[in-house]
């Protein structure tokens, strides 16, 4: 079974400045698909970005990038500019490539934005 | 817009209470998930159906069942609630297209709370 991991519970950043949001995987899979979803305080789930295993190229999307290490089963999510309505709890999610939608998320981590 | 709702916003039910979660989505959308969200354990996977009168278990589909007789309602069910079911619970949908990286559209959740 694929395993999600994001070790940082809680992290902060001061506005303006850029800010790293750690996640790790484990799968015996190589066609596979990553996400980060953030959830703002009493406010729906929301897809922030989304990588294809097979795609070498970073997604991004504005202020919002990934890193993709596909070897090292990396996936961090990096946020440039913080912004007050950043602050949210961020999760990490896998998808396997097969038919099944299911996700495994990772248990989230907490960021707040210091103005 | 995708919407999708959510019965309550809150609720306090009596353990060995049945209790009835209702998710309803506006956009067609073939996939329905439940999920319950705990803090420190992230969100995860109770039931989901890929259709109507289709289900499937998850990971922690014990001491729950779903029911879903139209397409766009699909409901969580507690037969006897008790008090380790207290949580947050996340519906959410999506269309498969076939890409893999298919949103999941998420309700705002129902913070459950067993006596």
């Known amino acids: 079974a694929q395993t999600v991991t994001q070790s940082q519970p809680e992290m902060s950043v001061q506005e303006a400045e850029t800010v790293t949001l750690s996640c790790t995987y484990d799968?015996?899979?190589?066609?596979?698909?990553l996400f980060w979803y953030k959830q703002p305080p009493s406010r729906q789930m929301i897809l922030v970005i989304r990588q294809e295993a097979y795609k070498q190229q970073n997604a991004t999307e504005n202020r919002f990038s990934v890193n993709f290490q596909k070897a090292a089963k990396s996936f961090s999510l990096k946020i440039s500019d913080s912004q007050l309505g950043d602050a949210a709890m961020y999760f990490c999610?896998?998808?396997?490539?097969?038919?099944?939608?299911?996700?495994?998320f990772g248990t989230g981590t907490r960021l707040t934005i210091i103005p | 817009d995708v919407k999708v709702t959510q019965s309550s916003r809150y609720l306090v039910k009596r353990t060995g209470e049945k209790v009835f979660l209702e998710c309803v989505q506006d956009m067609d959308h073939e996939n329905m998930f439940w999920y319950r969200q705990d803090p420190g354990l992230g969100l995860r996977l109770i039931y989901f159906s890929y259709d109507v009168k289709m289900k499937e278990k998850g990971d922690i589909p014990e001491g729950y069942s779903v029911s879903r007789e139209k397409k766009e309602r699909f409901s969580l069910i507690l037969e006897s609630a008790s008090t380790n079911q207290t949580s947050m619970y996340l519906c959410a949908s999506t269309k498969p297209t076939g890409v893999g990286t298919d949103t999941q559209y998420f309700g705002p959740g129902t913070r459950l709370t067993v006596l």
């Open positions: 799968t015996s899979e190589s066609d596979y698909y």
């Open positions: 999610a896998y998808r396997s490539g097969g038919g099944n939608e299911k996700l495994t």
